[in-house]
């Protein structure tokens, strides 16, 4: 998955606003214990962050 569709389904689910709140502040496990965006920086591939997203969120399956 490249960031632009990461980004494009965390606009989607979220909202522009809340999706970049969300990035930068809410603290995932599956991430061990990053932020959305310190994982995406680190260099986590896209999809595992997304699938991380999908598993905290209730995220509809066609964005899955």
Known sequence: MRLTE???RMN????ETYADSFARDY???ALDGRT???ALAAGEPAKDVW????AVQDVPPHLR
């Open 6 to 8: 990461f980004w494009r």
């Open 12 to 15: 989607e689910h979220f909202g």
């Open 27 to 29: 603290v995932l496990a």
């Open 36 to 38: 959305v965006n310190e």
């Open 51 to 54: 699938r991380a997203v999908c």
